[in-house]
Structure formats: structure tokens, C-alpha cells
């Protein structure tokens, strides 16, 4: 197995690691080179920081790994290898009556990269997280053995790989149960929402399956929080797929792109797109799911220097107050992108460092530029205070002591993590940035 | 009438990228590589992907003794037989120049091997009155250069045998695709250096089925490789042997 020596990053491209990239593309390469050289695996890189890199060291790219081994239609239990896309399991198995039951906001995420971060989804208040839909993952762990583990069978082992990010072996397949589904399209309401009281109070009355808020990151006063509630139902009636090829971002954008006027510029036309009473339509599965998804590298409109965002989850009595803190900060420090992202979470699941908890969610971008240090600081401590936490996929600035304190399951999961990798050779520079290993 | 591929190297990035295209427009597929277990996993894959018959055969180019089992598998389908090749080898040629019998191993492997295969097949499409053949050559056949001439003129002489094989297939309604790839990524140059504007195996896979429909007769994939080899080709000699591109 050849490894490739190579410069590379997350999503937000703010942290660089260099190491050496192996990309098996059958299961036997894959075993040897986890026999020769045990890495941590990663799949498209979706994480924004930098949860799927390994600086100075080995990283096993699972994405080449992307087959389905078998389906059930009777049961809608999927199973397959780690590498498969989300996007790939909509197109193939939607036409059949059958969507994956939690989808992340990027189809280019692999399955594995679902479980080991346990993503949610628009239908998280419902549907709970990713990991709530898992019959089994078959791990392969740095001593070359393997091992299956679901609710049923090694829970404890179970319960750590979901969000476990990597730690307690190379996923390389698993099982899921999807969600029936009478056509490939959503039917999707939009209105608009004055402020954060509103967008609170909306969530809160809403019944709809999925459900979502685009929030103008620039407004300010009596405006702030203002933005977009789409909440949706998968569709009995089909709608015409566009065959539209997605668009591409070709080089890194200059600076002046994302300058404060544009931005308000930008978020008013996105605003204004919704007429004041609101709106109802059809929208494919893929563009309502996976909006950004149709311009490939968007994320080199944030510069060569890439971006940070910042994701939260606030407990519910808190959310209002405390989201409002956070948003004031924000569009007085200038470096918001146009959009941050709000949605209510449901209950916790089962997976010890999982992220979703019951509250609210604020995602946001920054770019990574002077100064974004102090406001992220700021924004994390808010969130610590207001018993919240922050979300691993995302982060690339978070402190440790702030990320223990707010994962109560962190020790349990320190000790499978150990049992499985003694080593600590599946550790990730987020890992070691977080300090969730521990100390040695 | 289900049309049926048989997909020589259906273990190979190219191979089982191709193999999930076919599938995905609902033909049936008789794969053949080396790795059983690899092959079961991208069987059933195809399967789910819309093909409703799967064969996998276990086989070696090396061995032309096993060719018969394929062509007993597509023999029983109805419709049209196609195949696509995707088998090759490409040892460094500075190993070939270490160990001359390596060369023998390239020359099977991506030419005297294919070419049997291919003319046990001709007369079953012969028969049929129609079906595509898939060459994959290399845009390192269109010229002898120092970095990989061995597989090079194996290469190059599997382009001279599918254009024959075009002309026979021709008179009975079939048809045969040169493919001359350029860089795509694969696990055979994963890692390696130099290598520019690579093409993902999906991208590639879709050329090819394009290629198939249009009844296409030589296609570079992607398709910027022709100018990029028109240029390498329309070099002088005396130059070119002085060179080491």
C-alpha cells in the first residue's frame, strides 16, 4: 500500500496538518496497512477543523471504501462500507421508498463520518441523532482484530463509537434503518421571522418533521435574530428532479467578497427572496437537504485562509437570552458570514460524547482572520455558563478545560478508548487540541 | 431483453466505477477480477444499484484456460453482450529494466491476455449481431517515452488490435470504444508525484458510457488529453529522444 505525503485540512481550512494519507481500496489493503500501521480513518473531510487530521503522523482515507453490501426492503435495514456517501444512499435508495432517517446538512459526508461524529439533522427535536438509527458497526481496531457492536451486543463499546471521533477503531461498515419515504421530494413552508423571540417561540409551535432557521448574522436591535423558518414534510407528490450540474468554486475568493456590506447586502436580498407571507413549494430531497451542496468548494469563498464556525447547543430556559448574547457579539465584531444557522434539538441520545442535547443550536461561520480568537473565547464561555456545549465536528478553536466540562460522559469514554487503542494511535490533532484522551 | 457486461478488472478503481454505471441503467453484469471476496462486495453493490443479474467469476488474464466461464455466463442472458477491459499492469520501468522478465508480466497482463479474451468473445457478438466492446488503452501507447515504453508499446499494441477488432465487429453491427485515459486516481497512482489534472474514476466511468452510445471510436478521457497528446506526438524525433517527459 503506497501512502501519499500530502498538505491537507478540514472543511474551514483554518488548520493545516501534514502526514501521510493511505486510501485502500478493498478490505484487505485496508487490514493491512491498519496491521502495519495503525491510523486514525477519515472519509470526505466534512469535519470544519480539524477532527479528521493527524499532523505528523498516519490517516487511513476510507472514501474508496463505498459499497452497499445488502438491503432489506421489507425492514429498510441498510448496510454499508464506512465510505458511502449520505448523498449516495439518497439518490440509490429514495427512488425505492427509503431515506436515510438522519442526514447532516452536506450529502459529501460518509457514513462513517456520521457515526463517528453522530450528526443530526432539520428532524433531530423528533428523530433524535444519527447514532438512534444504527443496528450495528463492525469496528476494526489497531490490534487487527474486528469487532460488531450495536444497542444489542458490546453496547459500551456501542455507546462510545457513536460520536466517538475515531477512537475506538476504524469504522468499516454498518447498518442503519431508514425512514419510509412516498416520493424524492419535500414539501417546504418559508416564512420569515422578525426577531429571536419569534424564532424561539416558532420552534417551540412548530409540528413539522423538519425544520430549520437561517438567521441574518448582521442584524442588529430590534432586528436582531431576524431570519427564515423553513420546516418541511417529505412529499406524497413527486417533483420533477433538475438535472442541473452543480456549479464550482474555482479558486479562493478575495477578501472584499465577504466585507461586512456585502454581506448585509447579500442577507437582505436572501431575506426579501421569501415574500412577507410566506411561502410553499416542492423541493427535490438533494437541494432541500443539502442546499450548499450545489456550489462544490464553497469554502473557498472564505479566502485562502480559510474560516472558523462556531456551533453551540444551549439548554432551552437558557436559549433565548443567552443566543441573544451571543448574536449581539457577533454582528458587533463585523466577521460574521451572511448566514448562521439556528434549530431546536431534542433530547440526548445514547452516544457518550455525542453533541446533541436538548435546547437550541446556533452554527455560524467567522472567518479566520485577527481577532476571531477573543469572540470565539467569548461566545464559548457564554455557552459554558449557560450550561451548553460545543459541537467537536465544527470546532477548531474550542479549550479543552471548557470541552471536559461539559462533557459529564468524557472519563467512561476515556477508559473504552483506552482498552481499544492502549496506544493512543488513533488519536486526531483534535483529540490532542481537546484533550479528550486525556493525560497519558 | 437485458443487455449484459462483462467487466474484466471489475476490482480496479476504473472497473468497478464502470461496473456501477452499467448497473445503474439496469443491465446484468458478469464481473470478473482476482479477489473473490473484493468481487462479492461490488457484486452485491451492483445489485443494489439496479443491476437484476450479477455473476462474479474469479479470474486471471495470465490464464486463458478460465475464459470460458464468463463467456458461459453472458451466453445465457438475451440480450446484446458487451464487455468492458479494464485489466493492465504497470511495474515501474525501471524494474522492468532490472528484471527484463518483468516485461513479459505487462505484455500479458495488458495486451496478449486481453487479446484472447477478446477473440473468444468476437464470434458470440458476431452471432448476436451487435454489442460494444470497451478497450481501455493509455495515452502512454500514443508515443514510447523513457518513463514507461514497456507498457507503453503493450499498450500500444492493444490500440492497434482494437482498431482491428472494430473494423471485424464492424460488418456484423457491433462496435468497439478506445479509451485512452490520462492521470485518474486510482490506487495504482495514488501517491505517486507529477501528476496533474487527475480525473476521478466516476468521471471517467460516465465518458465511457457516453462514448458507448455515441458509438465513439477512440476517446481520450478527459477529454483535453487529445491536444495535450497531439503536442507530444507532433514533437520531432531528434528532440523527443533528448527529452524525458
Redesign the interface.
Given at each position: 500500500m503506497?501512502?501519499?505525503?500530502t498538505d491537507y485540512s478540514g472543511w474551514g481550512r483554518a488548520i493545516v496538518s501534514r502526514g501521510r494519507i493511505a486510501?485502500?481500496?478493498?478490505?484487505?489493503?485496508l487490514m493491512q496497512v491498519m496491521a502495519e500501521s495503525p491510523a486514525p480513518a477519515c472519509g470526505n473531510r466534512r469535519s470544519y477543523g480539524d477532527a479528521a487530521q493527524n499532523h505528523g503522523g498516519s490517516a487511513i482515507d476510507m472514501t474508496?471504501m463505498n459499497?452497499?453490501?445488502?438491503?432489506d426492503a421489507e425492514t429498510g435495514v441498510l448496510e454499508a462500507?464506512a465510505g458511502v456517501t449520505i448523498s449516495d444512499i439518497l439518490r440509490?435508495f429514495a427512488p425505492k421508498g427509503w431515506l436515510p432517517a438522519v442526514m447532516p446538512g452536506t450529502g459529501f459526508a460518509t457514513l462513517g463520518g456520521c457515526i463517528a461524529n453522530d450528526v443530526h439533522g432539520k428532524n433531530h427535536h423528533i428523530d433524535g441523532g444519527f447514532g438512534a438509527h444504527v443496528e450495528s458497526i463492525e469496528l476494526l481496531k489497531p490490534d487487527g482484530s474486528r469487532s460488531r457492536v450495536g444497542p444489542a451486543r458490546n453496547k459500551a463499546l456501542f455507546h462510545a463509537t457513536l460520536g466517538g471521533l475515531g477512537q475506538t477503531g476504524v469504522i468499516l461498515s454498518a447498518r442503519i434503518r431508514m425512514a419510509r419515504c412516498g416520493s424524492t421530494a419535500m414539501r417546504v413552508r418559508e416564512r420569515r421571522i422578525d426577531a429571536l423571540g419569534e424564532f424561539i417561540e416558532a420552534f417551540e409551535a412548530s409540528d413539522a418533521r423538519y425544520s430549520v432557521g437561517w438567521i441574518d448574522a448582521t442584524a442588529t436591535g430590534d432586528r436582531l435574530g431576524r431570519g427564515i423558518l423553513e420546516e418541511a414534510e417529505v412529499s406524497d407528490t413527486p417533483v420533477a428532479t433538475p438535472s442541473k450540474r452543480p456549479a464550482s468554486v474555482p479558486f479562493d475568493a478575495p477578501s472584499i467578497l465577504l466585507s461586512p456590506m456585502v454581506v448585509r447586502l447579500f442577507n437582505q436580498a436572501y431575506l426579501n427572496r421569501v415574500p412577507a407571507a410566506g411561502r410553499e413549494m416542492l423541493r427535490p430531497m438533494q437541494a432541500f437537504f443539502f442546499p450548499l451542496d450545489r456550489l462544490h468548494d464553497w469554502n473557498r469563498l472564505y479566502g485562502k485562509t480559510g474560516f472558523h464556525q462556531f456551533q453551540c447547543v444551549v439548554p432551552p430556559a437558557e436559549a433565548e437570552p443567552v443566543l441573544r448574547r451571543m448574536l449581539t457579539l457577533i454582528s458587533a465584531s463585523g466577521q460574521a458570514s451572511p448566514l448562521a444557522v439556528i434549530k431546536r434539538l431534542g433530547p440526548q441520545g445514547n452516544g457518550l460524547l455525542s453533541f446533541p442535547r436538548e435546547g437550541f443550536t446556533l452554527a455560524v461561520d467567522i472567518r479566520n482572520r485577527g481577532g476571531v480568537g477573543d469572540l470565539f473565547r467569548q461566545l464559548e464561555q457564554l455557552c459554558h455558563a449557560a450550561g451548553g456545549r460545543l459541537y467537536a465536528a465544527k470546532d477548531s478553536l474550542g479549550s479543552p478545560d471548557v470541552f471536559g466540562a461539559s462533557y459529564s460522559s468524557l472519563p467512561e469514554f476515556r477508559k473504552i478508548a483506552d482498552q481499544v487503542d492502549p496506544g493512543r494511535e488513533l488519536e486526531t490533532d483534535l483529540v490532542r487540541r481537546l484533550g479528550i484522551r486525556g493525560r497519558r | 431483453m437485458t443487455d449484459t457486461w462483462i467487466i474484466l478488472g471489475a476490482?480496479s478503481?476504473m472497473g468497478?466505477a464502470f461496473a456501477r454505471r452499467v448497473a445503474a441503467e439496469g443491465c446484468d453484469l458478469v464481473l470478473a477480477a482476482r479477489?473473490a471476496?473484493?468481487l462479492a462486495?461490488?457484486a452485491?453493490?451492483c445489485e443494489?444499484?439496479g443491476s437484476a443479474n450479477v455473476t462474479s467469476i474469479t479470474f486471471d488474464i495470465r490464464k486463458p484456460a478460465g475464459f470460458q466461464r464468463m463467456l458461459d455466463a453472458a451466453a445465457t442472458s438475451d440480450g446484446m453482450i458487451n464487455a468492458a477491459v479494464f485489466v493492465g499492469s504497470m511495474p515501474a520501468q525501471s524494474d522492468i529494466e532490472a528484471d527484463p522478465a518483468l516485461a513479459e508480466d505487462t505484455i500479458a497482463d495488458s495486451l496478449s491476455g486481453p487479446v484472447r479474451f477478446l477473440l473468444a468473445l468476437a464470434p458470440m457478438m458476431e452471432e448476436r449481431g451487435g454489442g460494444t466492446v470497451i478497450g481501455i488503452g493509455s495515452v502512454a501507447g500514443d508515443r514510447g517515452r523513457i518513463g514507461n515504453y514497456t507498457y507503453g508499446a503493450a499498450k500500444a499494441g492493444f490500440h492497434t488490435f482494437l482498431s482491428g477488432l472494430r473494423n471485424r465487429l464492424n460488418r456484423s453491427g457491433g462496435h468497439v470504444v478506445t479509451v485512452k485515459p490520462g492521470f485518474v486516481d486510482?490506487?495504482m497512482t495514488?501517491?505517486?508525484p507529477g501528476l496533474f489534472l487527475v480525473a476521478t474514476p466516476e468521471v471517467v466511468a460516465e465518458d465511457l458510457w457516453q462514448a458507448v452510445q455515441k458509438r465513439r471510436n477512440t476517446i481520450y478521457t478527459p477529454w483535453f488529453w487529445r491536444y495535450i497528446m497531439l503536442i507530444i506526438r507532433s514533437i520531432p524525433e531528434p528532440i523527443f529522444k533528448k527529452m524525458s517527459i
Open positions: 503506497r501512502w501519499k505525503e486510501r485502500p481500496e478493498k478490505l484487505r489493503d474508496r459499497r452497499f453490501l445488502g438491503f462500507e440509490t | 476490482s478503481a468497478r479477489d471476496d473484493d462486495r461490488t452485491k453493490d443494489l444499484r486510482t490506487a495514488w501517491g505517486l
